[in-house]
């Protein structure tokens, strides 16, 4: 895992290094939890002396930031989408090509001819940032990059896999495949938010390995979090909070929790997991096991926080917490980081060596992982061993507070930007 610098303080007002376009089609105040990452790097990025514009599809309230600007995607904006049938033609077209997901392509002609627009009124170059999911911003940097060429430099960031995303489906696996090569032979650089990831891709693209780079999500320290008294309660909370989809797979826990309550062992007899957020029930492979702990109160289904702040409360109050990985281990869950910095025990189903597997194992907070290969034995006594960890937090490693201050990784970008004003 990379080594980022220490964070020092943000150098003040010296001269502009450059200027950076973010591209981001979620952006405060756009509660989903891809609007964090351009957010904090529009944020920071001033400190190491660049000067940030963002264009994003997500509204902005009566006090906008005049480096905001709103680009509309026709297809989600009702008031610049009169005739109905329009709306349903983009509704088909982004079912048949993404399987049900969100391109955003509609999106993509508005945001280039935004960025444009910021783009000529600035002389010099500027650099481009864009941020996927969705794909369209991708696709409208490509169309600056193609109008602009040395002008502007282009640096794609993932958030997510394109090519064998778990999320995406079969329909879209074909055309991703296909627009991932464009992307990476176009791009002038390639962020991904793992090491594995990252790793995967110079496998695969060998003749862009030097263009690849990793810069994980993180923690803004701006945000104070911190564990909250635990309400008064005759059972033992532990908690997922959350979207449950896809590949991020509950089955393991739910059989072990019905298996160690039928065997009468106390600590899961007295437990009872909360399942804040929306459920893909194609993430439980059995269902009777969860309508038999929903039954007998030790499952609890809750409606998503209306908030991130509600959201983070309700982690903050429980005696230990759930992630959820993808099978294929390349990524890591957004709240992982939040998690950490609570420090309650957590609970990981995850690959063995992914991702989360090292982060936890660094992170100096008390943790349980189950692998999908352990054996029902094993995870049953996993899980027995969470349930009696002690709720007391427990404090970061400094190895932890250094890799992931979001202040840091603004840092990291900002010396590739700055390398790729003096490269060819």
Known sequence: ??????????????????????????????????????????????????????????????????????????????????????????TKLRWAAY????????????????????????????SIFSTSPPLGVHLAAMRLKKRYGNRVSWI??????????????????????????VIFRVADHLIANTEAAAERWRTRYPQ????????????????????????PREYKAIAHVGEIYGERRLGQLLT????????GVESAA?????????????????????????????????????SPREAVRAMCEAEGLVVLDWDTGWQVPAKLYVCIRIGRPILASTAKASPVDQILARSGTPYVCIYPEDP???VDAKLTRFLNMPAGPVAPSEW??????VRNQAGTLATILKRLRTEP
């Open 270 to 306: 007295r437990t009872r997991l909360e399942l804040i957020g929306a459920l893909d029930w194609r993430s439980v492979p059995d269902h009777g096991f969860l309508e038999r702990l929903i039954s007998q109160g030790a499952v609890v289904l809750r409606r998503a926080p209306a």
């Open 1 to 90: 895992m990379p080594s980022l610098r220490p964070f020092t303080e943000a150098p003040g007002s010296g001269p502009v290094s450059g200027n950076v376009l973010i591209l981001a089609y979620s952006y405060p105040p756009d509660n989903r939890v891809g609007a964090l990452r351009p957010f904090r790097f529009a944020k920071y990025l001033p400190a190491y002396g660049f000067s940030t514009h963002v264009i994003t599809a997500s509204p902005q309230g009566a006090d906008v930031s005049e480096n905001v600007s709103y680009a509309p995607d026709w297809i989600e904006d009702r008031s610049r989408a009169p005739i109905k049938i329009a709306r349903i033609v983009g």
């Open 208 to 231: 862009w390995e030097h263009k690849i780079s990793c810069i994980y999500n993180g923690f803004d320290p701006g945000q104070e979090i911190e564990p909250k008294p635990i309400p």
């Open 256 to 263: 072990s929790l019905d298996r160690l309550r039928r065997a």
């Open 156 to 181: 794609a960031d993932f958030r997510d896999p394109l090519a064998h995303n778990p999320a995406s489906g079969a329909k879209a696996a074909f055309w991703n495949k296909r627009i991932e090569k």
């Open 376 to 378: 029902p034995s094993d």
């Open 99 to 126: 399987g049900g997901g969100q391109l955003a392509f509609t999106w993509a002609g508005s945001a280039a001819r935004a960025a444009g627009e910021a783009i000529e009124k600035s002389p010099g170059p500027w």
């Open 400 to 405: 932890f507070l250094r890799e992931f201050d």
